[in-house]
Every structure is written in structure tokens, then in C-alpha cells.
């Protein structure tokens, strides 16, 4: 199959969550079950052209933006698994610091610089001659691609056999704009319907990728529940609309890139058979938050957007109330401000507990992940979460409230069967965050069961080699539909 990802972040070019993790895993495995995959990219600043030695195709292309005319140049470059991944440059609307905003606040102008990227991405397909049986979608930054592909190119040759999935990674993102978008975005008024492009006498970019989309996904069967029940922002009428074609297919992690074994960001490498080497890095982490330098404190660890969403009103209420506990805090997060300023506050009232760092800081993630005795995911809402499995990558016990990926990943440990792979709350059944760190820290003590949880965490596999089967099967299904409805189409 011929296959096109279309996404707003993909590692290792641009990340601001784990959006991009994934667009920048799952092609890697399509790639192995022998299907020809490209990746499709805004070019922003922060992408070094140099690094990645990205090439420039002779051409330029353009695309109507509202009033506007604008033009683009296409770089390319393939990654270390030999996948093609291009990017569409437009100085006016990716040539900045940001991805979708800057110093905590978004770009006045999203609304513009993503109907252009979905109007380019079309274009950019066709100059390439790489005519897609897939497109796939992520988020609402590219919720205008089956759109286009269901209203304006219907009846575009080029794309007669091409389907379109989308998939939602965080629905609490929509890109909700006025009903005027429908003429900047270049549509007709005609298609201004609840069934097509209006969602309330609005625009929003979410909601036609469900509603015109081919199939949509999301990132773990009980988000996929979640967000048609109660949790869908207003989505759920539109996704109830199209309850059978909701696939939740768990996220994976990629075990060669989080690999305490071969990790070169950390103190010291281990895995399962040399777990006594974990304990250096928790040392080199307790240094360099300037920590007492003790195996026997608690260390908890926690990277992270800063977002209410992450849950950081419970994280921060729980620094306050286990202060006289033999524990310690270190968070790295960028984002909110409000949030920042009070774990800064948290940070400057207990500076022996409590370490914050505010950046993006790929380094000083692996070394929390691998220093780290516990990791903290008090999550309000999770649609998949890959935190929490990196931390068991690590051998570093999450903490989670049991919503979405969370409860499809961890399960509370049962010291009495050994089993189970981390503590789990519920604020829904007004469980509390603080009473399962006290329930964690006794497990601490005990040595040996804390030995046994981290083999257990350790032994969690949550691989791609599962889900992309169910991403291979739903794009199969798509394909033999869109055969039969030409078929049927003809005769
Ligand atoms: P979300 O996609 O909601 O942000 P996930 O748990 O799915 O949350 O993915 C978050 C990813 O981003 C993880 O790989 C995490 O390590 C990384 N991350 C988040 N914030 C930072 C940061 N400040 N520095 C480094 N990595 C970060």
C-alpha cells in the first residue's frame, strides 16, 4: 500500500508531545510489513536543514490562503530507516520559534497556517506523483485534509482510489474557528452542513476529520469509549454517528530509541540483569537536582507538558502535603505559565524535595526516567499516554489515575500475587493521589517486593508489534471498500 502520514510534530524533526513520538514510530513498522510510507511535514525553523541534510525540489508550488496567494518550496530527506519525509516550506507561516505558539501563548494566525498546510500537503502529492491509497491524519491541524478529499476533490481522478483515516491523539484540541473559514479555506457554503463542515455555526477543524474521514481512530480502546460517552468535548454526537468506524488502537513505544541498555543520555546503563547500575542514576539525578544522595528517599519523577490536563493542581497539592516524607520531587516540564509560577513556588519553599526544570530538555528526560524510583501521571485525562510506558521501560513505577491509555496500561500491584506493573486511582470514585504514594512508599520499603515490581515493570511490552496490525487491517478494510464502491459505481 501506498501510504502518506500527515501530521503537524514527528520525531526526531519536531516535537512537542507524544504526537510526534508516534508519527515518527508507526511508519517504521508499516515500512516493515512492506508497505511504501512517506511523512509529510510543515518545515519549521527549528528544523535544521543542515542536520538532516534536507534537499530542495526544483519547483515551487502555490496555495490560496483566504485572499492570499502562497507559495511553497518542497525539502526532503529520508530517515536512518530509509523512509521519505517531506517538508512544506512557507517562510511567512513556519519560519518562526514555535510550533503552534510562543512563550505560552498560540499563534494568533493557526487557523490560516493550517489550511494552508492541508491545501499544500494535497498539492504536494500530486507534484510528487505519489498517488496514496492511504492518507493518514493527525489531529486537528490536518482535520481539513479528508474534508477537501470529500467535498472539493471528490471528483479528482488523482485521488480515486484513496482513503483517508483520522486520527484523534487529544480531542481536547480542536482548531474552532468562525463559520467565514469555509471561504478562507476555499470550500463551498453548500457543504456548510452538520453532516460536513458546520459544527455550531463554526468551523472546526476536529470535527470534519471525523465526520468526512474515511475511518477515524484514537490511541487506546478506553479513550475510544471515553470520548463517545462522556469525555468527547462536544465530539460525541458526530463520533456516535460513526460508532463502528472508531477503532482505539493502543500506542506504542519504540524499544530501540528507550532503551536503559543503550541509553546515552544516562549515568550508568542497565536492564533487568544489571539493575543494581539504576541505582547510579538515580544518584547523578539526586546530584543534579542537589538532593541528598540517598537510595532509601523515594524519588519521583514526572516530564511533562505543562497542562492542567497532566493533572499538576494534584502533583502540586501532594509537594505540599508529603513534604515531612522521606521523599523527593523532580519535575521537567515547559508550557503554562500559572502552573509553572507555582511549582517554582513549590520549588523555592523546598529546595531538598523539590526540583523543577523548565524546558524542553530531551537529555534530562532519559535521566529522570532512568533515576527515578516512581513516576507521577495523575493524568485528568489520558488518551494514550507514552510516559507511563517509557517510565516501565526504565523499570520506574507509574503512579496513574485510571482514564483512558492509563487503565490500558497499568494495573495496580498485588503484593500478595506479585503481579501488576504499578498503583492506580480513580478521581472519579474520589480515590486520591497522596493515599496511593503512602500505599507506594510502604512497597518501597520492602525491598524485595519493590525489586519485584520493577522486574515486572521492566517485563511490560508495550511494542508496536500488536497495534500495527490493527492500523494494517483498518487500512485494509478501506482499500477493499473503496474497490467495491468504485466497482459499484460503474456498473
Ligand atoms: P502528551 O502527548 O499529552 O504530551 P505523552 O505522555 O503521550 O503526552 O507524551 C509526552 C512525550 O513528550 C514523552 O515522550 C515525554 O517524555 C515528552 N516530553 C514532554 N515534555 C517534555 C519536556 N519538557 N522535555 C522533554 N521531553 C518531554
Excluded at 156 to 170: A, E, K, L, Q, Y
Excluded at 296 to 306: A, D, E, Q, Y
Excluded at 419 to 432: H, K, L, M, R
Aim: proline share 3%; charged share 25%; net charge positive.
Amino acid at each position: 500500500m501506498n501510504i502518506l502520514m500527515v501530521a503537524s510534530e514527528c520525531v526526531p524533526f519536531v516535537k512537542v508531545g507524544g504526537l510526534a513520538d508516534v508519527v515518527g514510530t508507526l511508519p517504521k513498522y508499516l515500512k516493515e510489513l512492506g508497505h511504501n510510507v512517506k511523512i509529510i511535514l510543515p518545515k519549521y525553523k527549528s528544523i535544521d536543514g543542515k542536520k538532516y541534510n534536507l534537499q530542495t525540489l526544483p519547483f515551487r508550488l502555490n496555495v490560496q490562503v483566504g485572499k492570499s496567494t502562497q507559495s511553497f518550496r518542497i525539502k526532503y530527506c529520508k530517515t536512518k530507516d530509509k523512509i521519505e519525509v517531506y517538508f512544506i516550506e512557507n517562510m511567512h507561516f513556519f519560519n518562526r520559534i514555535g510550533v503552534y505558539g510562543n512563550a505560552g501563548l498560540d499563534y494568533s494566525d493557526n487557523k490560516e497556517r493550517y489550511i494552508f498546510f492541508c491545501r499544500a500537503v494535497l498539492e504536494s502529492v500530486k507534484a510528487l506523483m505519489f498517488r496514496p491509497d492511504i492518507i493518514h491524519c493527525n489531529d486537528w491541524q490536518t482535520g481539513l485534509i479528508p474534508a477537501y478529499l470529500k467535498t472539493n476533490l471528490k471528483n479528482d481522478g488523482f485521488f480515486w482510489s484513496t482513503s483517508c483515516v483520522f486520527t484523534i491523539h487529544n480531542i481536547a484540541y480542536q482548531g474552532q474557528f468562525s463559520a467565514s473559514t469555509i471561504e478562507e479555506a476555499g470550500f463551498s457554503w453548500e457543504d456548510f452542513t452538520p453532516d460536513k463542515l458546520e459544527y455550531y455555526n463554526s468551523v472546526n477543524f476536529m470535527k470534519c476529520g471525523i465526520a468526512m474521514a474515511d475511518a477515524v481512530s484514537t490511541v487506546s480502546p478506553t479513550y475510544a469509549k471515553e470520548i463517545k460517552e462522556f469525555n468527547g468535548r462536544g465530539m460525541e454526537g458526530v463520533l456516535n454517528s460513526r460508532h463502528d468506524e472508531i477503532y482505539g488502537i493502543l500506542n506504542g513505544i519504540d524499544y530501540d530509541y528507550w532503551n536503559p541498555l543503550t541509553d546515552k543520555y544516562i549515568a550508568a546503563n542497565y536492564d533487568k540483569n544489571k539493575l543494581n547500575n539504576k541505582k547510579l542514576c538515580k544518584k547523578d539525578l539526586q546530584k543534579k537536582c542537589g538532593f541528598k544522595v540517598s537510595d532509601n528517599m523515594h524519588l519521583f519523577g514526572c516530564v511533562s507538558r505543562l497542562d492542567n490536563q497532566k493533572g499538576f493542581d494534584i502533583i502540586i497539592d501532594a509537594l505540599y502535603s508529603l513534604k515531612d516524607c522521606d521523599m523527593q520531587f523532580v519535575i521537567l516540564g515547559s508550557g503554562d505559565n500559572e502552573i509553572r509560577d507555582k511549582l517554582k513556588k513549590a520549588a523555592l519553599n523546598m529546595p531538598k524535595k523539590v526540583a523543577v526544570f523548565f524546558d524542553y530538555d530531551e537529555k534530562l528526560a532519559h535521566k529522570i526516567y532512568a533515576g527515578c524510583d516512581s513516576y507521577m501521571m495523575p493524568s485528568r485525562f489520558e488518551p494514550c499516554g507514552l510516559s507511563q510506558m517509557i517510565a516501565l521501560a526504565y523499570g520506574t513505577i507509574p503512579i496513574v489515575n485510571r482514564t483512558g491509555g492509563l487503565a490500558d496500561t497499568i494495573e495496580y500491584y498485588n503484593h500478595f500475587t506479585k503481579e501488576g506493573n504499578g498503583f492506580v486511582f480513580n478521581i472519579t470514585y474520589g480515590e486520591n493521589f497522596v493515599q496511593t504514594v503512602l500505599k507506594s512508599d510502604k512497597i518501597f520499603k520492602n525491598k524485595q517486593n519493590w525489586n519485584t515490581l520493577m522486574l515486572n515493570a521492566l517485563n511490560s511490552n508495550f511494542s508496536w508489534d500488536k497495534s500495527i496490525f490493527k492500523y494494517e487491517k483498518m487500512y485494509n478494510n478501506l482499500v477493499v471498500n473503496k474497490l467495491k464502491e468504485t466497482i459499484f459505481s460503474r456498473s
